[in-house]
């Protein structure tokens, strides 16, 4: 029987490129995605300039005068892209304490009346003025972790015995990417310890895939294993940290679990880049979890902790019926200004209803 992780796995990527290592990566990978829903990718592929010029970009960009930062606030945006500050975003119901700047892959607004509420999700981003640099280094990123998450979703598929490019189809035209910054908290400060983000399990896309953008000493990031107790998430130099979102685990019939994990805060800046591979809007609950049904019906995995199960979930829970409308839910909820702002008509359902 498997017993609750107390430490996350490292999955080399490499060991696909060889068919004497191929196999004992794919095992390991299967161990990862049914016991654990989180883990490191090593030698991933993606080239170490690309990730060393988004880092060296952080902390300038917020650094940005507050009137530019405002020029291209969230709450201007339909699409939820842009710059939110500490205690714009709920998590729980209790605020987080981030910044964070939201882009997503490029992509014109295609919404119009008579088209299904959701997908207003898709649109442009917003860049700051006079940041042209920022912008090229943010798209090489997008561009470079989107062919990583196909590749890696190729060894998933083989990993749970199935074909490469099984996942591909769930796969939405757009992508999003948060860079984010916990601020440091003073010595003694009452919030140290407290929530960075609260718990919760990714609700923004297929896996998440995080650079961990501060030195080793920097702490924060926790995921709970299945007996309860929480894990720590160290820094692994040139290591991308890899989650489970929630519609996976729907597609999965639950053998493959979105993990909930939170952030702390602390008395270090921190800085963290997620990006979330997305899912395509007008997936329905039917075909997510009747499509592979038949394959995950026979495997049996272990049962997440109470506080785990606990977690608000619209999509798993089953009360919308399309991906679109519990990821326009979870936006509205994050997110108030925006929805009282832009879709008052599902504002008062979507804050009220409990999933």
Not at 71 to 78: G, H, I, R, Y
Not at 116 to 123: A, K, V
Request: hydrophobic share 35%.
């Amino acid at each position: 029987m498997s017993t609750a992780f107390s430490k996350i796995p490292i999955i080399d990527l490499s060991q696909a490129n060889d068919e004497s290592t191929k196999s004992d990566l794919l095992n390991s990978l299967r161990y990862a995605l049914t016991e654990v829903g989180f883990l490191y990718v090593s030698n991933h592929g993606v080239p170490t300039t690309v990730v060393e010029g988004l880092v060296k970009m952080l902390p300038s960009l917020f650094e940005l005068e507050d009137e530019v930062k405002k020029a291209v606030a969230l709450e201007n945006s339909p699409h939820f892209l842009g710059y939110s500050g500490v205690g714009s975003e709920n998590t729980g119901g209790k605020e987080d304490r981030r910044e964070q700047f939201e882009f997503a892959t490029e992509l014109t607004a295609t919404w119009h009346p008579g088209l299904p509420l959701h997908e207003r999700l898709r649109g442009p981003n917003q860049w700051p003025k006079g940041r042209t640099e920022s912008r090229y280094t943010v798209e090489e990123y997008i561009d470079e972790l989107t062919k990583l998450g196909e590749r890696f979703l190729d060894l998933v598929a083989q990993a749970l015995s199935l074909s490469p490019g099984t996942f591909q189809p769930f796969l939405s035209d757009q992508h999003r990417l948060k860079l984010v910054h916990y601020p440091a908290l003073p010595a003694g400060d009452p919030a140290i310890s407290q929530q960075g983000v609260g718990p919760h399990k990714d609700s923004s896309g297929w896996w998440t895939f995080l650079l961990q953008a501060s030195p080793p000493e920097v702490k924060g990031l926790q995921v709970l294993n299945k007996a309860g107790d929480w894990v720590d998430v160290p820094v692994v130099p040139e290591t991308f940290v890899v989650n489970i979102g929630q519609a996976f685990e729907v597609v999965t019939n639950g053998v493959c679990k979105a993990t909930t994990h939170r952030v702390l805060s602390g008395p270090h800046e921190r800085y963290s880049v997620p990006f979330f591979q997305g899912v395509r809007r007008n997936l329905t609950k039917a075909e997510a979890v009747g499509t592979l049904k038949d394959h995950f019906s026979a495997i049996h995995t272990r049962q997440e902790s109470a506080e785990g199960n606990a977690i608000d979930s619209a999509f798993l829970k089953g009360k919308y019926d399309t991906w679109g409308e519990s990821q326009l839910r979870t936006k509205v909820r994050s997110h108030r200004e925006n929805g009282r702002r832009f879709y008052p008509e599902v504002y008062e359902q979507y804050i009220n209803d409990d999933a």
